[in-house]
C-alpha cells in the first residue's frame, strides 16, 4: 500500500487564485512528520512547510499553508494568492519516527502533482 | 539556496560502468541521505550516512555504497550500472542532535543516464 498519495497529477490555477494540493498518507507509527517540497524544473527541491504528529496547530509559511486533518489522515497544501513563479512539481513526503527529519528510514514521497500557474 | 551542492550536474555513463556522485552538506548538518528520482516519479531513499556509517538504508541492491567524511561530506557510488539507474539522484543534508533529525534540505540533484 502507498504510503503518501497525491491524487492529482496535473492542476492548471489562475494567477492570485489559490491553490489547494491534496495528500493523504498511511502510518500506525504515533509520531510521524509531514512535509512538502517544491520541484521546478530545475530539479532542486525545495523545502516549504512541515508538520508534526504532535502539532496542535496547521503549520503556515508565508503563503503556505498546511491543512492538517489527522484522524482523516490529510495534510493538503494551501497556496494564497498564487504567483507565476509557483509553476512547478509539489511533492507530499513523511518521516516515520521521532524528529524533524528523514529518520534512519528518510523521506517517503508521493507521485507529486504539477501545478501551472496561468497568467 | 541551501548551500547544499552536488557534483557533477551530469553525467553520462555506459551499461556496466561505475560511476560516483558527491555531495557537500550545509554547514552544520551532520547527516547526509541520498534519493533516486525516476523520471515522473517521487525520489526513492537510498541510503543515510550519520557519523561516517550508514544508518539507515532503503529497497537498494548492494551495488548502491556510500561514503560520509570527517566534514560531513558524503560519496555515492553505483556499481555495475544499469540502464535502470539513469535518473536524478540527489542529496539532503540534516541535523540530528540526540537521536532527532530536523529537516531535510536537498541539493541541486545529479543528472545520470546510462546507455
Known amino acids: 500500500a502507498q504510503k503518501i498519495t497525491q491524487t492529482q497529477p496535473g492542476m492548471f490555477v489562475q494567477e492570485k487564485e489559490a491553490v489547494t494540493l491534496d495528500c493523504t498518507y498511511d502510518t500506525s507509527d504515533p509520531s510521524y512528520g509531514l512535509f512538502w517540497y517544491k520541484q521546478p524544473s530545475s530539479g532542486e527541491m525545495i523545502f516549504l512547510i512541515y508538520q508534526g504528529s504532535y502539532d496542535q496547530q496547521n503549520a503556515t509559511e508565508g503563503r503556505y499553508s498546511l491543512n492538517f486533518q489527522k484522524a482523516r489522515k490529510s495534510a493538503n497544501l494551501v497556496i494564497s494568492a498564487s504567483q507565476l513563479g509557483d509553476s512547478a512539481m509539489y511533492f507530499c513526503?513523511?518521516?516515520?519516527?521521532?524528529?524533524?527529519?528523514?529518520?534512519?528510514?528518510?523521506?517517503?514521497f508521493g507521485k507529486g502533482t504539477h501545478l501551472i500557474i496561468q497568467p | 539556496e541551501t548551500g547544499v551542492t552536488q557534483s557533477p550536474t551530469h553525467l553520462i555513463k555506459t551499461r556496466g560502468q561505475q560511476v560516483t556522485l558527491r555531495c557537500s552538506s550545509q554547514s552544520g548538518h551532520n547527516t547526509v541521505s541520498w534519493y533516486q528520482q525516476a523520471l515522473g516519479q517521487g525520489p526513492q531513499f537510498i541510503f543515510q550516512y550519520y557519523r561516517e556509517e550508514e544508518n539507515g538504508r532503503g529497497n537498494f541492491p548492494p551495488r548502491f555504497s556510500g561514503l560520509q567524511f570527517p566534514n560531513y561530506s558524503s560519496e555515492l557510488n553505483v556499481n555495475a550500472l544499469e540502464l535502470d539507474d539513469s535518473a536524478l539522484y540527489l542529496c539532503a543534508s540534516s541535523l540530528e542532535i540526540a537521536g532527532l533529525q530536523e529537516t531535510q534540505y536537498f541539493g541541486p540533484g545529479t543528472r545520470l543516464l546510462v546507455l
Open positions: 513526503a513523511m518521516r516515520e519516527g521521532p524528529g524533524s527529519g528523514g529518520g534512519a528510514d528518510g523521506l517517503t
